[in-house]
């Protein structure tokens, strides 16, 4: 062996364990949200903020350095290794360790905070938390970004490439169609019928393993149990989904584990070759999220995938007062200003994230005080949704996001759903007898080629290129948009 | 601040983490038990070697051998505070790194082989791997043995200051008095009625559930949810249990829940100054157990607590064939020759024991070959108890112990009996009435007795010499084995 290849296979070793605790962390944090006795939580800030030293003085070693230095990559694959390893190491450098292990305190018990002010309804339980939180944040942002942007550098964790200016132009060309279908839609005479009744949390927690299964979620590597906030965890051969059911509104119960089945299948789906090392992760949140959306929406949502889930709650829940297929589809997709934005329709969804992307950089610019947050959010929400927020769950404290520290983490979900647009369109003319595999409840034949296409790859293309390799195209908001029009179109005869 | 008084403090801040890091590490051995998916069972095996990795770096840290020679203790927490890091650092570095992290890696896996092994009766299924944990663990016990013995060496891990020739000893003087008491029981007249009939799962967990709130389980800072195997998991504000079901035998499901919950309990009643610190654990195996056994014998099993819970019983599952309180405590104490350890009574308990105290030892010192413990165990099952082992479920394969590389772990569960013994005899002395309290279901004078005299102190005092603090006297079996002949002759009429 060569001292070039020794290096590498060296700085392989040794990132292998990083990985592999880095998923323990993440383990821990799957416990805190579903598992955890509440009185545990002090002890469990201390034990995040020990696995966080632990990490951070792994990632900042300065024999990654030294072997950076010497390691050649033999091929493509070692090369976008090399390229992970180096682009996190130069990043998690410039955090000092004693910010690292605060923020993980903090945000750890933050949480739990978050979670109470939520169900208590109460702002101010949360705001002192919440200000601690936005101060180390902004700490870390200035430390990361050097001479840069802070926000940007935050962004760029989640999304590598991204700024906050090719973000405000996409979401500039995105908002006058969006507001535009959107109005339209909520003039039209036709309007479907809202889903009202009661459906069991059994019937559907069943339902919703069902789902999971029909969309090739594989339970040996995987489990299903529920949280506050659904969410996705875990990487390789352990990536668990929640879910949350409200007995009135079984669709957020439904379309929250489809979303979450379809992070995890990227997880799951990535090649077995790159387990616990840098490749064997989903590449950025983007693109995790135009996983989890394509299958929630372009599939789940489909005339056809909602045919046969018609009858799959027809059987369960006997007759709901939704009794034909196309009357079930038009339900399903119906578009409503609404105070919440997982549960939001897709025409509204996007509107959701560029209110928090635009909150959360004055946030970080520090021209917004934290002590503003609820009056801006409220000002924003009647002014984008023609609706005045009832109730803080409603408003501010409805996302766990910023409880964990995640800034510059919201547009993420908006470059989910652009590219989930392209992969869409890139998918019907690959597969043009889709819609009768999605009527029988098959989604084998998309969900094989989105792995075939994007999750294999895990990390080893940047996101636009896996997207752009993909789909034939390079990626813009022009797909998803059409997509919506013609969808929304037909369903209100607009 | 003194140069001896910053060792002091900078050597406690290095173990707050480590101590912290221990109970991720306990926390993700229960995630294993309970939750993880079985297609994870190899990464987990990775996450826990490189766990297991960290927490060797750090107990072997050079820095703690530096401190330990400039600190000094100001008072008598201090300096057990002290001794326990000096003896754990001790042993620590006589264990190598690569010895350390393959153990974690291999007994990991272990588990996952034993579980299958066992659902499907098959030793020949976990042989390798049990002779691969067992090549590793006679390599730790001669590394931490030094010139001593290498079994002594692994007891003292669960039993600071025990040895296999006082054990031996012990065993010697209790299994005559045993012996001539199980004889005559079997053959006595008088046989309590077994328990029959079917007792629903979801009734069972919601009494299980019922008891651990009965013995003061703290479910703020608990949980109970259900293992192959029950145990309990975890230190400070996160002691956690697991219990299993069998319909047609609810004791054990109940008898599982009130031992772990003793174990649970004095995690949870150690003082609170002592968090994440080596007194906030535990201060051996034997005194665990002595309180897990007291909870589920002397108290759980009393003709007066069987008396509330036969009426819970009533409640719950209506008129199962016992209706006479009197022969409910009969039927709780039913002594017969049976498979399973965890299952027997008290009369057969210790001689389990003994029979796995002689296999490990052999095993251990090479004089017994992983090939040959299935007929060496049935051999010696037969001669002990009458009776000949049916399936390997029943036999070597029952306990997880081996596989986890619990060597020497065992007589810690007959000195955890003796324990009890002498709390028990001390208790009574102290709480004349005690029997009004358990008569009621409450065991609150009793656990409250016991977090007073033995939890709060966690580490502070040695093992032998917290129970002789609590009780006024030098422990000894006889107190049990007095305990024993006066229960079982007025139940038997001897």
Same mark, same amino acid.
């Given at each position: 062996?060569?001292?070039?290849?020794?290096?590498?296979?060296?700085?392989?070793?040794?990132?292998?364990?990083?990985?592999?605790?880095?998923?323990?962390?993440?383990?821990?944090?799957? %416990?805190?949200?579903?598992?955890?006795?509440?009185?545990?939580?002090?002890?469990?800030?201390?034990?995040?903020?020990?696995?966080?030293?632990?990490?951070?003085?792994?990632?900042?070693?300065?024999?990654?350095?030294?072997?950076?230095?010497?390691?050649?990559?033999?091929?493509?694959?070692?090369?976008?290794?090399?390229?992970?390893?180096?682009?996190?190491?130069?990043?998690?450098?410039?955090?000092?360790?004693?910010?690292?292990?605060?923020?993980?305190?903090?945000?750890?018990?933050?949480?739990?905070?978050?979670?109470?002010?939520?169900?208590? %309804?109460?702002?101010?339980?949360?705001?002192?938390?919440?200000?601690?939180?936005?101060?180390?944040?902004?700490?870390?942002?200035?430390?990361?970004?050097?001479?840069?942007?802070?926000?940007?550098?935050?962004?760029?964790?989640?999304?590598?490439?991204?700024?906050?200016?090719?973000?405000?132009?996409?979401?500039?060309?995105?908002?006058?169609?969006?507001?535009?279908?959107?109005?339209?839609?909520?003039?039209?005479?036709?309007?479907?019928?809202?889903?009202?009744?009661?459906?069991?949390?059994?019937?559907?927690?069943?339902?919703?393993?069902?789902?999971?299964?029909?969309?090739?979620?594989?339970?040996?590597?995987?489990?299903? %149990?529920?949280?506050?906030?659904?969410?996705?965890?875990? #990487?390789?051969?352990?990536?668990?989904?929640?879910?949350?059911?409200?007995?009135?509104?079984?669709?957020?119960?439904?379309?929250?584990?489809?979303?979450?089945?379809?992070?995890?299948?990227?997880?799951?789906?990535?090649?077995?070759?790159?387990?616990?090392?840098?490749?064997?992760?989903?590449?950025?949140?983007?693109?995790?999220? #135009?996983?989890?959306?394509?299958?929630?929406?372009?599939?789940?949502?489909?005339?056809?995938?909602?045919?046969?889930?018609?009858?799959?709650?027809?059987?369960?829940?006997?007759?709901?007062?939704?009794?034909?297929?196309?009357?079930?589809?038009?339900?399903?997709?119906?578009?409503?200003?609404?105070?919440?934005?997982?549960?939001?329709?897709?025409?509204?969804?996007?509107?959701?994230?560029?209110?928090?992307?635009?909150?959360?950089?004055?946030?970080?610019?520090?021209?917004?005080?934290?002590?503003?947050?609820?009056?801006?959010?409220?000002?924003?929400?009647?002014?984008?949704?023609?609706?005045?927020?009832?109730?803080?769950?409603?408003?501010?404290?409805?996302?766990?996001?910023?409880?964990?520290?995640?800034?510059?983490?919201?547009?993420?979900?908006?470059?989910?759903?652009?590219?989930?647009?392209?992969?869409?369109?890139?998918?019907?003319?690959?597969?043009?007898?889709?819609?009768?595999?999605?009527?029988?409840?098959?989604?084998?034949?998309?969900?094989?080629?989105?792995?075939?296409?994007?999750?294999?790859?895990?990390?080893?293309?940047?996101?636009?290129?896996?997207?752009?390799?993909?789909?034939?195209?390079?990626?813009?908001?022009?797909?998803?948009?059409?997509?919506?029009?013609?969808?929304?179109?037909?369903?209100?005869?607009?």
């Amino acid at each position: 062996m060569t001292a070039n290849n020794t290096a590498y296979a060296d700085l392989m070793a040794f990132q292998r364990q990083t990985e592999a605790l880095a998923q323990v962390a993440g383990r821990l944090g799957w %416990d805190q949200e579903t598992m955890m006795p509440r009185g545990a939580a002090e002890q469990r800030g201390e034990e995040m903020a020990a696995m966080e030293g632990i990490l951070h003085a792994r990632r900042t070693d300065p024999r990654i350095g030294e072997w950076l230095a010497l390691a050649k990559a033999a091929d493509e694959v070692a090369a976008a290794q090399l390229r992970h390893i180096r682009r996190a190491y130069d990043r998690t450098r410039r955090i000092p360790a004693d910010l690292a292990q605060e923020l993980a305190r903090v945000t750890s018990l933050a949480q739990g905070i978050w979670a109470e002010a939520r169900a208590n %309804d109460r702002v101010a339980d949360f705001l002192p938390t919440l200000t601690e939180v936005i101060r180390l944040k902004r700490h870390e942002a200035v430390a990361l970004a050097e001479d840069g942007d802070p926000y940007d550098a935050l962004l760029d964790d989640y999304e590598p490439g991204a700024t906050q200016d090719s973000i405000a132009e996409m979401f500039d060309r995105m908002r006058p169609r969006l507001v535009k279908l959107r109005e339209a839609i909520l003039a039209s005479s036709v309007q479907p019928a809202k889903l009202s009744g009661h459906f069991g949390t059994e019937g559907q927690l069943r339902l919703a393993r069902r789902l999971a299964t029909a969309f090739g979620y594989d339970w040996n590597r995987g489990r299903l %149990d529920l949280a506050v906030h659904p969410f996705s965890s875990g #990487s390789g051969n352990d990536a668990r989904i929640t879910t949350r059911v409200m007995e009135t509104d079984p669709f957020n119960c439904f379309y929250s584990t489809i979303h979450e089945v379809g992070h995890a299948c990227y997880e799951l789906g990535i090649d077995g070759d790159y387990l616990l090392t840098p490749l064997g992760n989903g590449v950025s949140m983007g693109v995790h999220e #135009s996983q989890s959306r394509i299958y929630e929406n372009q599939i789940g949502r489909s005339r056809a995938f909602t045919g046969w889930m018609h009858g799959e709650m027809v059987d369960r829940f006997g007759d709901f007062g939704v009794t034909d297929a196309d009357a079930f589809y038009a339900t399903v997709n119906r578009v409503q200003p609404g105070y919440i934005r997982t549960e939001a329709d897709e025409v509204h969804y996007n509107l959701h994230v560029m209110m928090r992307f635009d909150l959360e950089r004055a946030l970080i610019r520090g021209d917004l005080a934290v002590r503003d947050l609820e009056a801006a959010w409220n000002d924003r929400f009647r002014a984008d949704f023609g609706v005045a927020v009832d109730r803080p769950a409603h408003g501010m404290l409805q996302d766990v996001h910023w409880s964990c520290g995640l800034f510059g983490y919201f547009p993420t979900y908006s470059l989910g759903n652009v590219y989930a647009g392209c992969l869409h369109k890139a998918l019907r003319a690959d597969v043009p007898d889709l819609d009768d595999h999605l009527g029988r409840g098959e989604t084998q034949v998309a969900t094989e080629w989105l792995r075939d296409r994007v999750q294999r790859h895990g990390g080893l293309y940047e996101p636009r290129e896996v997207i752009r390799r993909a789909c034939g195209f390079v990626p813009d908001e022009g797909p998803l948009l059409d997509y919506l029009e013609g969808k929304f179109t037909e369903i209100y005869r607009l």
